[in-house]
């Protein structure tokens, strides 16, 4: 089962938005920097095939967001992105590596479907 860990933020920053001045395009530019260099960082660490992954639980209007960042012990960070939702400890407790596998698999083939 997944232990759930902070990004390391000291490695790779959060982004800091500047709301007032940042639309929503420039607050996604600097969210998907920091994903890719999140999941760059956390592949030089280990390269499991999923490492780097996002995997994504609803919760209330949004999601719970977390990145794979080991496979052995499995492990992921937690993203505090948007309104920064966490899935709860007993979703975190039970969520293991063939769950992630197949809830990336899902999701890569809707965005398959919607790009047509």
Same mark, same amino acid.
């Given at each position: ?45 280990? &390269? #499991?095939?999923?490492? *780097?992954?996002?995997?994504?639980? =609803?919760?209330?209007?949004?999601? +719970?967001?977390?990145? @794979? /960042? ?12 948007? &309104? #920064?939702?966490?899935? *709860?400890?007993?979703?975190?407790? =039970?969520?293991?590596?063939?769950? +992630?596998?197949?809830? @990336? /698999? ?11």
């Amino acid at each position: 089962m997944a232990k759930i860990y902070p990004a390391p933020n000291i490695e790779v920053p959060l982004p800091i938005h500047d709301y007032p001045n940042d639309d929503y395009e420039k607050r996604q530019k600097k969210e998907n920097k920091y994903l890719d260099d999140l999941k760059t960082y956390l592949r030089s660490q280990d &390269d #499991g095939e999923l490492v *780097g992954e996002i995997v994504r639980h =609803g919760v209330g209007d949004g999601y +719970a967001l977390y990145m @794979i /960042a080991s496979h052995r012990p499995f492990s992921m960070v937690h993203l505090d992105l948007g &309104d #920064g939702y966490s899935a *709860g400890d007993p979703w975190e407790r =039970g969520f293991r590596i063939s769950d +992630a596998k197949s809830q @990336i /698999a899902w999701e890569k083939q809707i965005n398959n479907i919607i790009a047509k």
